[in-house]
């Protein structure tokens, strides 16, 4: 009787431990599970987080470059929906904006970018660069020439932001040329993730 008893209690023990095992097995899974929760809520915030981070940079970074190209220019030539053309400086002291003097602004609607236009005579002799630096009349139509000098070589484009959807200039002047202030609006995305970036700036010759 007392073998057999002793038999019963290390089965019952045997019984237990393997219902705690189980347990034990299932308690870690749900532990394993609140943890890979956990974890992949923190990496989503993270990411988000990053996103956000890139955006405001990108934005901090179009707003400078704007900035700086208003403050830095003479004087605002045209301006259209999705452009806008500087009179930078006038180097040759001629009172006439010449090749080397002028930068356009432009967002293309179709590859959504932001893109800088410069004169680059790199590679030229001095009386090349005099030949090629053409000079107009402040009564020209520098739409329509910065449009034609950006298709050659020595009018490059360098891209100051990709995702553009649209920049917005307002100017303090009917008349372009008269303008003084320029005040910007860039936006980006679309929905929830459409974002804007504003700054306004006064050109060189008020500063």
Same mark, same amino acid.
């Given at each position: 009787?007392?073998?057999k ?47 956000? =981070?890139?955006?405001? /940079?990108?934005?901090? #970074?179009? !707003?400078?470059?704007l900035?700086? @190209?208003?403050? +830095? ?7 259209g ?21 002028? =930068?356009?602004?432009? /967002?293309?609607?179709? #590859?959504? !970018?932001?893109?800088?236009?410069? @004169?680059?005579? +790199? ?29 050659s ?55």
């Amino acid at each position: 009787m007392t073998m057999k008893h002793h038999s019963h209690q290390s089965s019952a023990r045997r019984g237990m431990t393997v219902v705690e095992l189980l347990l034990g097995i299932a308690g870690t899974g749900i532990v394993a599970s609140a943890i890979a929760a956990m974890l992949s809520a923190v990496s989503y915030g993270t990411g988000d987080r990053n996103d956000m =981070r890139s955006q405001l /940079v990108r934005q901090a #970074s179009v !707003t400078n470059r704007l900035t700086a @190209a208003v403050r +830095s220019s003479l004087k605002i030539l045209a301006r259209g929906d999705d452009y806008i053309v500087f009179w930078m400086h006038d180097d040759r002291a001629d009172e006439k904006p010449n090749i080397s003097e002028l =930068r356009l602004i432009e /967002v293309n609607a179709s #590859s959504k !970018t932001l893109t800088s236009y410069e @004169a680059d005579f +790199s590679g030229m002799t001095e009386d090349q660069k005099t030949a090629a630096d053409t000079a107009y009349e402040l009564s020209d139509n520098f739409a329509s020439i910065t449009t034609t000098l950006k298709s050659s070589p020595t009018f490059p484009g360098t891209l100051w932001a990709k995702g553009v959807n649209q920049v917005d200039f307002e100017l303090n002047a009917s008349d372009v040329q008269e303008a003084t202030l320029v005040a910007f609006t860039i936006s980006w995305g679309s929905g929830s993730t459409a974002h804007t970036a504003v700054g306004t700036a006064a050109l060189r010759s008020q500063v």
